[in-house]
């Protein structure tokens, strides 16, 4: 029998691969979690609550913004988190009992516990030690609280804090505008009508987009939620008010001009400055372990340990739900491959993101390339580029703004990337997805749209850019 011993068993990349690896008669299986209640961070502090208070501030924003409807609801923040709780309880417990269930086959195990490493593949669980032929670590990730003078004396609040705050604060100011940052600071603004100051280092937010889309973002959080946000800014300390706020000393250094220094008062200091592995309870100074740049492979195997893997937002390379899953897939199979004397196979995905930006109304995807990516990797491509306000049916249904680019190779077709920042974005990025991984040709993907759905959007963009590709007979 081959030992596995899966630590972080109730998260999204832990159960991924033990599913893969609880029908094996040839595995002997280990699943351990300490996790309370358990159920994994999607679940319990991530997408999932986000998606559900940000649906409550997107109803609000979507009456205040629709001319045909009178007056604007107020947001109930005691009911959406006791809906958001409920909701979530039963999300995770239907995660442990699928855990649970594997664990009553005869050659799994899970234990309720923490793990912690006394050397390579061996483990300290409670008051015993479980000697494993491979390891996959799945701990998740754990807020980052950056290291700024004075941050400890001020109690900020992290995405954590907010997605269980039943009444919120008058004023604040924001660190960070990622992902977290891009959908909770409408939320913040929306749900709250608080009055919000966030510091953004770069010229725009959206690293992996092309310029326009950060751009776009800028205008719509200024303009539609009346943020102010202060780029080219950067964090130099935080100190207590004395009236129980906070005080942010920041520097803002302008791309022309002399850089000037500001300080920025509010109630309360929000972090919103991403996540980070969350390794400090493995105890990995006692083994071969270097969680440094580069230290898990694209097959997950750890380059000090190849009989570890580490997989999800524990790894450090995307942390993002379904490629967690995708990942804890890979380390599964890539155990057995090893027991069988076959080499382990890469993770390779299409880049494939979401954010629910402007509350979920005005949502960011991006598939596979952007045009700055396709100009990198010296692709021969075509860029086409169409406005919401372009199809009626995003006026019909009160949301006007955004805008999309599709990218095809000018040759063959082929199309290479999708980006969206429109309402319904989300929705459409599966279809793109499918579209890229299968190497459609734009000119041969059928133009059939059914009035009025947003997706005409897309096939105004097909249709752009099957005129700009070469035709057959055309050089």
Same mark, same amino acid.
């Given at each position: 029998?081959?030992?596995?011993?899966?630590?972080? /068993?109730?998260?999204?990349?832990?159960?991924?691969?033990?599913?893969?690896?609880?029908?094996?008669?040839? &595995?002997?299986?280990?699943?351990?979690?300490?996790?309370?209640?358990?159920?994994?961070?999607? &679940?319990?502090?991530?997408?999932?609550?986000?998606?559900?208070?940000?649906?409550?501030?997107?109803?609000?924003?979507?009456?205040?913004?629709?001319?045909?409807?009178?007056?604007?609801?107020?947001? #109930?923040?005691?009911?959406?988190?006791?809906?958001?709780?409920?909701?979530?309880?039963?999300?995770?417990?239907?995660?442990?009992?699928?855990?649970?269930?594997?664990?009553?086959?005869?050659?799994?195990?899970?234990?309720?516990?923490?793990?912690?490493?006394?050397?390579?593949?061996?483990?300290?669980?409670? #008051?015993?030690?479980?000697?494993? +032929?491979?390891?996959?670590?799945?701990?998740?990730?754990?807020?980052?609280?950056?290291?700024?003078?004075?941050?400890?004396?001020?109690?900020?609040?992290?995405?954590?804090?907010?997605?269980?705050?039943?009444?919120?604060?008058?004023?604040?100011?924001?660190?960070?505008?990622?992902?977290?940052?891009?959908?909770?600071?409408?939320?913040?603004?929306?749900?709250?009508?608080?009055?919000?100051?966030? &510091?953004?280092?770069?010229?725009?937010?959206?690293?992996?987009?092309?310029?326009?889309?950060?751009?776009?973002?800028?205008?719509?959080?200024?303009?539609?939620?009346? &943020?102010?946000?202060?780029?080219?800014?950067?964090?130099?300390?935080?100190?207590?008010?004395?009236?129980?706020?906070?005080?942010?000393?920041?520097?803002?250094?302008?791309?022309?001009?002399?850089?000037?220094?500001?300080?920025?008062?509010?109630?309360?200091?929000?972090?919103?400055?991403?996540?980070?592995?969350?390794?400090?309870?493995?105890?990995?100074?006692?083994?071969?372990?270097?969680?440094?740049?580069?230290?898990? +492979?694209?097959?997950?195997? /750890?380059?000090?340990?190849?009989?570890?893997?580490?997989?999800?937002?524990?790894? *450090?390379?995307?942390?993002?739900?379904?490629?967690?899953?995708?990942?804890?897939?890979?380390?599964?199979?890539?155990?057995?491959?090893?027991?069988?004397?076959?080499?382990?196979?890469?993770?390779?995905?299409?880049?494939?993101?979401?954010?629910?930006?402007?509350?979920?109304?005005?949502?960011?995807?991006?598939?596979?390339?952007?045009? +700055?990516?396709?100009?990198?990797?010296?692709?021969?491509?075509?860029?086409?580029?169409?406005?919401?306000?372009?199809? *009626?049916?995003?006026?019909?249904?009160?949301?006007?703004?955004?805008?999309?680019?599709?990218? /095809?190779?000018? +040759?063959?077709?082929?199309?290479?990337?999708?980006?969206?920042?429109?309402?319904?974005?989300?929705?459409?990025?599966?279809?793109?997805?499918?579209?890229?991984?299968?190497?459609?040709?734009?000119?041969?993907?059928?133009?059939?749209?059914?009035?009025?759905?947003?997706?005409?959007?897309?096939?105004?963009?097909?249709?752009?850019?099957?005129?700009?590709?070469?035709?057959?007979?055309?050089?």
């Amino acid at each position: 029998m081959t030992h596995v011993a899966i630590v972080g /068993a109730y998260g999204s990349a832990g159960v991924a691969a033990a599913r893969q690896l609880a029908d094996r008669e040839e &595995i002997e299986l280990t699943l351990i979690d300490d996790g309370e209640p358990g159920g994994g961070l999607c &679940i319990l502090r991530g997408c999932m609550p986000s998606k559900e208070v940000l649906s409550a501030g997107q109803h609000r924003f979507q009456a205040r913004h629709d001319d045909r409807v009178r007056g604007t609801p107020e947001v #109930d923040l005691e009911r959406v988190i006791d809906t958001k709780d409920r909701h979530v309880e039963s999300f995770a417990e239907h995660r442990r009992s699928s855990v649970h269930e594997l664990a009553e086959r005869e050659n799994v195990e899970f234990v309720r516990d923490t793990a912690r490493f006394v050397d390579d593949r061996r483990l300290a669980v409670g #008051d015993r030690t479980i000697e494993a +032929d491979y390891v996959v670590i799945a701990t998740g990730s754990t807020v980052n609280v950056p290291d700024l003078p004075g941050i400890a004396d001020v109690d900020p609040t992290t995405s954590a804090e907010v997605l269980d705050a039943d009444s919120l604060p008058n004023s604040g100011v924001v660190m960070g505008l990622g992902y977290v940052g891009l959908e909770l600071v409408p939320y913040l603004a929306e749900a709250a009508g608080m009055d919000l100051t966030v &510091i953004e280092h770069d010229a725009r937010p959206l690293d992996e987009a092309d310029g326009e889309f950060g751009e776009r973002i800028l205008d719509l959080y200024r303009e539609q939620f009346g &943020i102010e946000v202060l780029t080219h800014t950067h964090e130099r300390s935080v100190e207590p008010t004395g009236d129980g706020g906070v005080r942010l000393h920041v520097e803002r250094d302008p791309p022309e001009g002399e850089a000037s220094e500001r300080a920025v008062e509010a109630e309360e200091l929000f972090l919103f400055t991403g996540r980070r592995p969350a390794l400090e309870k493995l105890n990995l100074e006692t083994t071969s372990l270097d969680p440094g740049p580069g230290w898990v +492979d694209a097959t997950m195997q /750890a380059e000090s340990d190849p009989r570890t893997f580490v997989v999800g937002d524990a790894n *450090g390379r995307e942390p993002i739900l379904h490629v967690a899953k995708e990942q804890g897939i890979t380390a599964a199979r890539n155990v057995l491959a090893l027991e069988r004397g076959d080499e382990p196979e890469r993770y390779e995905n299409v880049h494939h993101h979401v954010i629910f930006s402007g509350l979920g109304v005005y949502p960011y995807a991006r598939v596979g390339h952007s045009e +700055d990516s396709a100009r990198a990797a010296d692709l021969d491509y075509v860029a086409v580029h169409r406005e919401a306000s372009s199809d *009626g049916v995003f006026k019909t249904k009160a949301v006007p703004e955004g805008t999309a680019t599709l990218i /095809a190779d000018a +040759d063959d077709g082929t199309v290479l990337g999708y980006q969206g920042l429109h309402y319904h974005a989300d929705v459409m990025a599966k279809t793109m997805q499918l579209a890229v991984e299968m190497e459609l040709d734009v000119r041969e993907i059928p133009d059939r749209a059914y009035h009025p759905t947003t997706p005409e959007i897309v096939d105004g963009l097909l249709r752009e850019a099957a005129d700009a590709v070469a035709g057959p007979d055309e050089s």
